[in-house]
């Protein structure tokens, strides 16, 4: 494999020196950018978008032609997982993602396979090794998956919910069954990362979008439990690099040192936790992912710069931060206003690296 050119992204999330802090963001590749909306309108639905693999590996290096971004990442979905288990994900127009055939019964979830991800999941790991080839050593990709307990709310609720109510009857009328799911979808998710690693990726995160609408006590039981069995069971190394791990529990802040203790190199932090805060907590032991409020880039860009700053100075001097939102970019925001976050962090972060 050759040498990157740029590795300050993988090197911040191993804890080791960089010149500027390195910065990607979350949903880099999507509906924020005209050239994204044209690609996928080609494409028709999204999910078409998703398996077409040139299409898939144009969308994943659009936002690495605008902007000096310090990692691409895959473009494809979490949601690939269960709709390899079949339950026939589709995307209904401003609903979100859904699913026809959501589970509800035990015998649902017992007959569920595991997916072999070379053959149902094929068009993911070409599109890694596309994208591989094509960013020619310039930034590391990212490869991702979502979380057991995120992936089993939307395959049980059928879609998105705000209240939690069917994954949860499930949870608390009968764990064995909601146990057994997120056992095989943990299993799933082993499988499909090493797959990713072995077509390409250099670096692994794992999207706990729902993990923060659990007590302190399920959240150990129902998500973080099997993030860890995930942290254990991926290649760690591959090729003689370091794939480093990236766990991104949203609303998890009161969690941070539960979550670095399974072993993973990386937290992603929202901006609901101060980021210095949570390097005090943390330690060494892991890098830190975030943390801005991605509705501060709807602000103006002399107020982008001072938040940018702000965060730096948070975070404070040393090694370990890998900038970002703290959550995916909206659709709605000006792509020049992600050029002056971006542009900021470089710009603003070399006095922390001395
Ligand atoms: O970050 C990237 O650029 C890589 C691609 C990526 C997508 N989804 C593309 C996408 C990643 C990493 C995801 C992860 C994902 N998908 C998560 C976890 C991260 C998070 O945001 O919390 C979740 C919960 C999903 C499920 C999902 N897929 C949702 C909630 C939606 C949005 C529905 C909507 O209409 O807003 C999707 C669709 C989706 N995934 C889009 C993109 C670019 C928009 C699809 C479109 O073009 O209409």
Sequence with gaps: MSELKNDR???????????????????????????????????????SLCRNTELACEVTLQP????????????????TIPDAMGLGLYFAQGEGPKFERPLRSAKQVRDLGIPDPELELSYVTDAVRMIRRELKGEVPLIGFSGS????????????????????????FSDAPT????????????????????????????????????????????????????????????????????????????????KIAATGCDALGVDWTTDIGEARRRVGDKVALQGNM???MLYASPAAIKAEVQRILASYGHGNGHVFNLGHGI?????????????????????????
């Design 9 to 47: 992204y993988l090197r911040a999330l191993l804890g080791e020196s960089v010149d500027v802090t390195p910065v990607w963001m979350m949903r880099q590749a999507g509906r924020y950018l005209p050239e994204y909306k044209a690609t996928r309108a080609q494409a028709g639905d999204f999910m």
């Design 64 to 79: 690495l032609r605008r902007f000096p971004l310090d990692a691409a990442i895959l473009f494809s979905d979490i949601l």
């Design 148 to 171: 057991p307990w995120t992936l089993a709310t939307y395959m049980v609720e059928g879609g998105a919910t705000k209240s939690f109510s069917e994954i949860k009857k499930m949870g």
């Design 178 to 257: 909601l146990h057994l799911l997120l056992d095989k979808l943990a299993d799933s998710v082993i499988s499909y990362l090493n797959a990713q690693v072995e077509a390409g990726a250099q670096s692994l995160m794992i999207f706990d979008t729902w993990g923060g609408v659990l007590s302190p006590h399920d959240y150990q039981d129902f998500s973080l439990q099997y993030m860890q069995k995930i942290v254990s069971g991926l290649k760690r190394e591959y090729d003689g690099r370091k794939i480093p791990v990236t766990l991104f529990t949203k609303n998890g802040g009161q969690w941070l040192e």
């Design 293 to 295: 409020d991605p509705s």
């Design 330 to 354: 909206h659709p709605d925001v000006d792509p020049e206003h992600a050029g002056v976050f971006i542009n900021a962090v470089h710009e603003f972060s070399g006095q922390y690296h001395v």
